[in-house]
């Protein structure tokens, strides 16, 4: 039968895994939100020498 121990250490790791399941969840979002950041960046860089060089 489980004691009081064994339901919170289960508890506690089922929490952790929600924790990191989250925490990838936020870095996965963050890296793909830089990367069209950069990307849009990069267009609108890339726009502008077109301006300047026709100019």
Known sequence: M????????????????????????????????AENYIKNEGERLLNVVDRLGGA
Request: net charge negative.
């Open 2 to 33: 489980p004691t009081w121990r064994d339901i919170r250490k289960y508890g506690d790791a089922v929490f952790i895994e929600e924790l990191v399941k989250l925490s990838e969840l936020h870095t996965s979002s963050r890296q793909e939100l």
